[in-house]
């Protein structure tokens, strides 16, 4: 089983500034079943990246994803206050399909 | 508009099996590439995916929870079951049901596409 491991846990910024979350896996992953979502508290996660790289439908371009391997990261641009969310990566490429444990992003 | 909804008991008991339901709209089980797949998260926890059905009736579950796990779907009614068997507290959750809308071979097997479109989630609580 692919373990994902992602750093912070928590990380406080302030909007405008630019935010960048890593996603560890114990295994490589191809880029092409590496995915990040966003979750908002009460809600469902949403996808926003995928394929490591490629933005969802009707996702902003502050948020990026880049990585291959084992380690992947995404990137927000410059935060608005709307971001600040706990976010998800998850590989599909090996059953099962395995989350991360989430980064919280708080406003600082 | 692709939507999901999940449904199921709010309350079960200790060693009942759960039985969940996800009713699909806006597209159909019968396509040739879409699956759907169950993913839990405990209160204030992360998420957990559980089990994925694909398009074939080709089914993927967690290791740790397969003995406890079934998923198969009814195309007629557009719907995809989870029966989750030998209920206790620690499954306390909100569930969610998920569709991939298309999958891949690779290294000799299907892999689904990335969960784009998500239900709104169903809490399922178990107590006495």
């Known amino acids: 089983e692919i373990v994902l491991t992602q750093s912070p846990g928590t990380l406080s910024l302030s909007p405008g500034e630019r935010a960048t979350l890593s996603c560890r896996a114990s295994?490589?992953?191809?880029?092409?079943?590496l995915a990040w979502y966003q979750q908002k508290p009460g809600q469902a996660p949403r996808l926003l990246i995928y394929?490591?790289?490629r933005r969802a439908t009707g996702i902003p371009d502050r948020f990026s994803g880049s990585g291959s391997g084992t380690d992947f990261s995404l990137t927000i641009s410059r935060l608005e206050p709307d971001d600040f969310a706990v976010y998800y990566c998850?590989?599909?490429?090996?059953?099962?399909?395995?989350f991360g444990q989430g980064t919280k992003l708080q406003i600082k | 508009q692709v939507t999901l909804k999940e449904s199921g008991p709010v309350l079960v008991k200790p060693r009942e099996t759960l039985t969940l339901t996800c009713t699909v709209s806006?597209?159909?089980?019968?396509?040739?590439?879409?699956?759907v797949s169950w993913i839990r998260q405990p209160p204030g926890k992360a998420l957990e995916w559980l089990a994925h059905?694909?398009?074939?009736?080709?089914?993927s579950y967690s290791r740790s929870l397969k003995s406890r796990l079934t998923i198969y779907k009814d195309t007629s009614k557009s719907q995809v079951v989870l029966t989750m068997t030998n209920m206790d507290p620690v499954d306390t959750a909100t569930y969610y049901c998920?569709?991939?809308?298309?999958?891949?071979?690779?290294?000799?097997?299907?892999?689904?596409?990335?969960?784009?479109?998500w239900g709104q989630g169903t809490m399922v609580t178990v107590s006495s």
């Open positions: 394929g490591a790289s």
């Open positions: 059905i694909f398009s074939s009736d080709e089914t």
């Open positions: 998920a569709r991939s809308p298309d999958y891949y071979y690779h290294n000799s097997g299907y892999y689904p596409d990335a969960f784009d479109v």
């Open positions: 806006g597209f159909s089980l019968s396509n040739s590439r879409m699956g």
């Open positions: 998850q590989q599909h490429g090996s059953s099962p399909y395995t």
């Open positions: 295994q490589s992953v191809s880029s092409s079943f």
